[in-house]
């Protein structure tokens, strides 16, 4: 078992919609919760990040990590076209240690 | 500034070839990382260094070697290139201290034939 799951979708909405996008993890030691955007044939880079459990919100997007049942989930508001990316999940047991990534959703907003 | 620098940013190799990636970051980061990204499978972690001086294995360490030459530079080494082995490598680098965002370089994309 991966210790963080992702759908790879791809997930294509229309401009304008919300979107949901989520990962599991399996390990309950973990602590630090990232979503980053990667566009095509770029580096990842970091969108959000949430320490323990709760909501964070930036602009059209919110982080949401539930320790109880593992999960984490990203929120897009008013979704546009540019955010037309893929995101990956990512977590790690403290900020000294290592960085793993769930496989990334594929994301497609239609104009 | 420069952020996360990989090179080279593309090579073809063939098989049994060896090769060293190199990575330099600027930021003063005590932890750097290397990972690669294959269609599905997202970034897994070949090795990465928490600090100057340490290294560790990652998810798929079998094949690779790294090197840990100074706080600034983290270099990948493949000794006997395998078409398995081809893949987009990352380079990333983070504080590490009280700061879990990595930077990422932009990337070198590897075939091996």
């Known amino acids: 078992q991966k210790e963080v799951e992702q759908d790879p979708g791809p997930l294509s909405v229309p401009e304008g919609a919300i979107v949901s996008l989520n990962c599991t993890y399996s390990n309950s030691a973990f602590q630090y919760f990232m979503w980053y955007r990667q566009y095509s044939r770029k580096g990842p880079e970091l969108l959000m990040y949430?320490?323990?459990?709760g909501n964070k919100e930036d602009g059209r997007f919110t982080a949401q990590v539930d320790k109880s049942s593992k999960y984490i989930s990203l929120f897009i508001r008013d979704s546009q076209p540019s955010d037309s990316a893929t995101y990956l999940c990512a977590t790690s047991y403290s900020s000294a240690s290592k960085i793993i990534f769930g496989s990334g959703t594929r994301l497609s907003i239609r104009p | 500034n420069a952020g996360v620098t990989q090179t080279p940013k593309f090579q073809v190799l063939k098989t049994g070839q060896s090769m060293t990636l190199q990575c330099a970051q600027d930021?003063?980061?005590?932890?750097m990382y290397w990972y690669r990204q294959d269609p599905g499978m997202g970034l897994r972690l070949i090795y990465y260094s928490a600090s100057e001086g340490t290294t560790d294995k990652g998810e798929v360490p079998n094949g690779y070697n790294v090197s840990r030459l100074n706080k600034r530079e983290f270099s990948l080494r493949l000794e006997s290139a395998a078409p398995s082995q081809t893949s987009v490598y990352f380079c990333?680098?983070?504080?590490?201290?009280?700061?879990?965002?990595?930077?990422f370089g932009q990337g070198t994309r590897l075939t091996v034939v």
């Open positions: 990333a680098s983070s504080e590490g201290q009280g700061d879990t965002e990595a930077f």
């Open positions: 949430t320490y323990s459990s």
């Open positions: 930021m003063n980061h005590n932890s």
